[in-house]
């Protein structure tokens, strides 16, 4: 089956830099996608991951293992505004649809 | 202003009831997803349409439907609802009908609370 883990929160403080992982098992691999999303907010994309290796995109970096079925986020320098939840995506093999982790919530604290 | 626009924001509605949800896709995008989000559960696939078509249905329940129209808006129809059914539904888009390496454009969702 597919199934998506990642931890339910975290804490950590700003200025500081915080790896929000996700692990996954999926049945054939579209690649991975990660989203921010704010309380009550629609989720807003992050970064696409198909490759194996590290994706830097500003102060937001993510990573890949297929072989370990492993991702996480990198936030760096964290900002209040980081605090929302993190949400590590798939798509499933052979259809339209991701499949989505429970999501992270992330509190920044000052 | 993601370009995909959805209404109402807000819907509170008695239980037994009927309730359609409405959706725009972003101007050029021909994909539109359903997806329900309730406080306990993440982000649920219900439904795909693709040009006028279903492409993908997920755990959506029979009390539910969708359909897109010509002009590619779409509406989701909740039907029977129970107080389980109170969540958060969002509407996606994306121009084709894989799931694109950029992802999809989400609209703000609709609110719905059955009471």
């Known amino acids: 089956g597919q199934n998506i883990d990642q931890p339910t929160e975290m804490t950590a403080t700003e200025g500081a830099i915080v790896q929000i992982n996700c692990t996954y098992q999926?049945?054939?691999?579209?690649?991975l996608f990660w989203y921010q999303q704010h309380a009550g907010e629609a989720p807003t994309f992050l970064s696409y991951?198909?490759?194996?290796g590290l994706e830097e995109k500003g102060r937001f970096s993510s990573f890949l293992s297929r072989s370990k079925g492993y991702s996480y986020l990198l936030l760096k320098e964290l900002q209040m505004k980081d605090s929302a939840s993190y949400l590590c995506?798939?798509?499933?093999?052979?259809?339209?649809?991701?499949?989505f982790g429970t999501g992270t919530r992330l509190k920044v604290l000052a | 202003d993601s370009g995909v626009t959805q209404t109402p924001k807000h819907l509170i509605t008695a239980t037994g009831q009927r309730v359609t949800l409405r959706c725009s896709p972003r101007?050029?995008?021909?994909?539109v997803y359903w997806y329900q989000q309730s406080l306990d559960q993440g982000l649920q696939f219900l439904i795909q349409?693709?040009?006028?078509?279903?492409?993908a249905k997920g755990n959506i329940l029979e009390r539910f439907s969708a359909q897109q129209f010509p002009d590619l808006h779409s509406e989701l129809n909740l039907s029977s609802l129970e107080l389980g059914d109170s969540a958060l539904y969002f509407c996606?888009?994306?121009?084709?009908?894989?799931?694109?390496?950029?992802?999809?454009?989400f609209g703000s969702g609709t609110r719905l609370t059955v009471v």
């Open positions: 996606a888009s994306s121009v084709g009908g894989r799931t694109p390496n950029y992802g999809y454009t």
């Open positions: 101007s050029g995008d021909l994909s």
């Open positions: 349409y693709y040009n006028g078509e279903e492409r």
């Open positions: 991951n198909v490759l194996d």
């Open positions: 995506a798939v798509p499933t093999s052979g259809t339209y649809k991701y499949i």
């Open positions: 999926t049945s054939g691999f579209n690649g």
